[in-house]
């Protein structure tokens, strides 16, 4: 049993200061007069995280008193954000700090912005696995998220001449107080070398697996506390290291060059995130890395499943392993080879295991970025692997063929190996054949994929399929992110809602009610001036909170349209230009978002947004009615301070294109209002908020597929549309470039010529659309009416709801609440 006012438990005031004290001196070793702003830091860190342990270690115990099946989330991406706010909020003592600290002379904001954010992720998918992970330890659901500890997470992004500079994200450099290094705990995995074929003594044939390398795996790990709950999960991330038992032997062997070598290899497994998202580029690397993380989390889990007693071929009945898109798919193989190999089970009953514990969610559509392995790269590093994913491949299609008649266009579409000039593994297919569950991401998005890239394993298996549209933690996007517009909301339908994001739908009887109306904006106003400020430090750029703030934050892509974005604003600099006196609504545009360092047309529409800002922030024509700003280095911490501020939401992809996204859900929260087409989440979200509250344009899906069927010219387009032809021409020309006609031609070229993404066809309804916006935001009272019901009709979109239904559907488990002294 616990002392309830301990040092280190303690919540009052009283023992949360003494519990910085106390770690400032015994942690840090200063006194308050040397100390750094770090140095409190880390302090008030290790005071939160001795709260967190004891509900860590109840956790922990309470899962194994009995048996419950655990849940096993496998993702190569994390993107957590700062860790500390959150825990505040999660362990309800956020006023409490605020004193304490106050008292001890410090401000807690400042200790809160000194923490450098862990981002082991690119984008969505990884920040979706932050979020899942929140809500499975408020549900209280047992549950293991599995990753890489990078030694270096996404790059810096900085801004020079307007292009993007990367900088590399060493996140580490002061130590990490949320992470407890289990050196006891770890794992070899091998990697490259050569098969043994032979007969054992039972006249059984086998592999043996000779190695080239052999990694270890040493795991890491972060709790993650549930919200006002004790149920405290474990985030578990496995840094790669050199075995000791290899630098001995090259060592004695007097091989000194080659066991440094062979060290610094070893230790590059977990060295730095791969920043493409959407394409692969087929690194060899990359699949060690998946390859090392996976297998060390599967032995982790079989370890943990054989020590309470069970028998392996009951595996599944102590974990439901989730692959968050196919990269840790290899998993499937490697669990055959564990079960097979390590521990002797024969192939049907380990078909059946392995068969019985994964499900598989896919996050995208694009087809450069379904994952493929080249065949002999896969097998120089997984030669074991590629015998067993063949031998998969066999029984799958004996069983297949007869279902299919023989039809040779879906063998071929369903094998898992792809034949070409060169041959190749395809993930997705390895995920689907090894797989009980398989899940899209949003409605439409599911619909998809049941039509067009898994078309034919939805004819095998339909039962399989199912629907989780996304979710966000509402504890970090709404109360740790939007503190004034929270309080707000309690203070008329009490904070049910942090929990229970339904109960948002209380507010609609507030919507018409002018003094709340009033409230409502001045948050909003507060909190566009707060990023006003941001933006002026930041960029230098002097922007008008009264202007509309017009939002478009996401990774940079193609397919998401930043440059149909920059198109409308081009229209309407040259509406000015024509007439100086139009009346238009003052609007300021805030992008942000990292591009793949590889992806030339990508940096290209970061200086294109930075080239017309230039232009337009500073011609006297414009009086200060646009500005455009490109807000750098976009990641959690940013966002936490931009969704909050807007007003107008972008989610203009390509129809079919965008799986979800999840930015368009915090957005919405926040109360913006979403201009978007009816891609991902958006059509939910729509429906949700109702059509009379999202501006709606542009092609379908559907209609997308048909023109681009029928053959697309935008030429057509541009010839025959007066105002894109002339921005058009403008960016071509050089107009936003010193009259450099050359930056450009690269983009220019693509869209003339190409526009795979379809942004002239949607150009004339994105501006009418957009023209719909300026007047309803003239209208005051109708806007905030509008916004407030956003908010208020989004309980849909807690990650909870979609926690829920893994949980009921695909999982099968239930909540285990833990007591703190049990
Ligand atoms: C092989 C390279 C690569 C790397 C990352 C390919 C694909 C990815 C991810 C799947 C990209 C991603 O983050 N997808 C996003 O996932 C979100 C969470 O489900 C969705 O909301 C977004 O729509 C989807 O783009």
Request: with cysteine.
């Amino acid at each position: 049993n616990v002392l309830v006012e301990d040092a280190r438990t303690g919540l009052t005031v009283e023992t949360l200061k003494k519990a910085i004290q106390n770690n400032l001196f015994y942690v840090q070793g200063k006194y308050p007069e040397i100390a750094t702003r770090n140095d409190y830091y880390m302090a008030l860190a290790y005071a939160v995280r001795d709260r967190i342990l004891q509900r860590w270690v109840a956790s922990v115990k309470q899962y194994l008193q009995e048996k419950h099946r655990i849940v096993s989330y496998l993702s190569a991406e994390y993107l957590l954000g700062p860790h500390l706010a959150n825990n505040l909020i999660n362990l309800g003592i956020y006023k409490e700090t605020e004193q304490a600290t106050k008292e001890l002379g410090i401000s807690l904001d400042w200790l809160i912005e000194k923490e450098v954010e862990p981002g082991l992720g690119n984008g969505g998918l990884g920040r979706l696995a932050a979020c899942y992970m929140d809500s499975l330890a408020t549900l209280e659901v047992p549950a293991i998220g599995y990753g890489i500890r990078y030694q270096f997470g996404i790059f810096e992004q900085d801004i020079r001449d307007g292009w993007q500079v990367e900088d590399t994200d060493n996140w580490l450099r002061r130590g990490n107080p949320w992470e407890i290094a289990r050196r006891e705990l770890s794992y070899d995995v091998k990697l490259g070398g050569y098969l043994q074929h032979y007969t054992d003594r039972d006249g059984k044939f086998r592999s043996k697996w000779i190695p080239e390398l052999t990694v270890k795996g040493v795991a890491y790990d972060t709790p993650i506390l549930g919200y006002k709950v004790n149920t405290t999960n474990t985030l578990r991330l496995w840094k790669s290291e050199a075995p000791r038992s290899f630098d001995f032997q090259s060592f004695n062997a007097g091989d000194y060059n080659f066991a440094v070598n062979q060290k610094i290899v070893c230790e590059n497994l977990s060295k730095v995130l791969y920043p493409n998202d959407e394409t692969l580029n087929g690194k060899k690397l990359r699949l060690q890395q998946q390859y090392f993380f996976v297998s060390c989390s599967l032995q982790d889990m079989i370890g943990i499943h054989l020590r309470q007693g069970e028998k392996i071929e009951d595996f599944q009945s102590t974990f439901s392993v989730q692959l968050n898109d196919t990269h840790p798919a290899v998993a499937i193989a490697e669990m055959m080879r564990l079960l097979l190999d390590e521990h002797d089970l024969d192939w049907s009953t380990a078909w059946r295991v392995t068969s019985r514990t994964f499900a598989y969610t896919n996050h995208t559509l694009l087809p450069e970025a379904l994952e493929k392995w080249d065949l002999e790269l896969f097998q120089s590093v997984l030669p074991r692997h590629l015998e067993i994913i063949y031998e998969i491949n066999r029984r799958f299609l004996d069983e297949v063929t007869v279902r299919v008649y023989g039809d040779p266009e879906k063998i071929r579409s369903l094998s898992l190996i792809g034949e070409g000039p060169r041959k190749y593994i395809k993930m997705a297919n390895l995920a689907c054949v090894g797989s009980y569950a398989i899940n899209g991401v949003a409605a439409l998005h599911t619909e998809l994929l049941k039509k067009t890239v898994l078309k034919d394993f939805y004819a095998l298996y339909p039962e399989k399929f199912s629907n989780k549209t996304n979710g966000v933690t509402p504890r970090r996007w709404m109360v740790l992110s939007n503190p004034k517009l929270t309080e707000l909301i309690s203070s008329k339908i009490g904070d049910g809602w942090i929990k229970h994001l339904e109960e948002l739908s209380g507010l609609e009887k507030f919507a018409d009610d002018p003094d709340f109306q009033k409230q409502w904006m001045d948050v909003k106003l507060e909190m566009k001036k707060n990023l006003a400020r941001k933006i002026k430090n930041r960029t230098g750029i002097d922007v008008n909170p009264e202007s509309m703030f017009d939002i478009q934050v996401k990774r940079i892509h193609e397919y998401k349209r930043q440059h149909l974005n920059i198109l409308h604003v081009i229209t309407l600099y040259n509406r000015i230009k024509q007439n100086p006196e139009i009346d238009i609504v003052p609007r300021t545009f805030v992008f942000a978002g990292k591009a793949a360092p590889g992806y030339k047309l990508a940096k290209l529409m970061i200086k294109l947004i930075n080239s017309v800002g230039d232009i337009v922030n500073n011609d006297p024509d414009v009086k200060d009615r646009l500005k455009v700003v490109f807000y750098p280095n976009y990641n959690v911490t940013n966002a936490q301070k931009i969704y909050p501020a807007a007003d107008l939401s972008e989610q203009i992809s390509t129809a079919g294109k965008e799986a979800s996204g999840t930015g368009n859900m915090k957005l919405s929260m926040n109360g913006a209002l979403t201009i978007g087409t009816l891609d991902g989440a958006n059509v939910e979200i729509r429906e949700c908020v109702g059509e009379e509250n999202f501006f709606l344009f542009g092609l379908t899906a559907e209609e997308v597929a048909r023109i681009k069927s029928e053959g697309y010219n935008p030429y057509g387009y541009y010839q025959n549309n007066a105002e894109l032809k002339l921005a058009m021409d403008q960016i071509s020309s050089g107009y936003f470039s010193h009259l450099d006609d050359t930056v450009f031609k690269d983009l220019v070229k693509s869209l003339l010529y190409d526009d795979q993404f379809l942004l002239f066809a949607d150009y004339q309804s994105y501006i009418e659309c957009q023209d719909k916006v300026d007047v309803a935001y003239r209208d005051k009272v109708k806007w905030a009416k509008m916004s407030i019901l956003n908010t208020a009709r989004m309980g849909k979109f807690s990650s909870d709801r979609s926690i829920q239904e893994y949980c009921e559907d695909i999982w099968k488990v239930k909540s285990v609440p833990v007591s703190l002294n049990g």
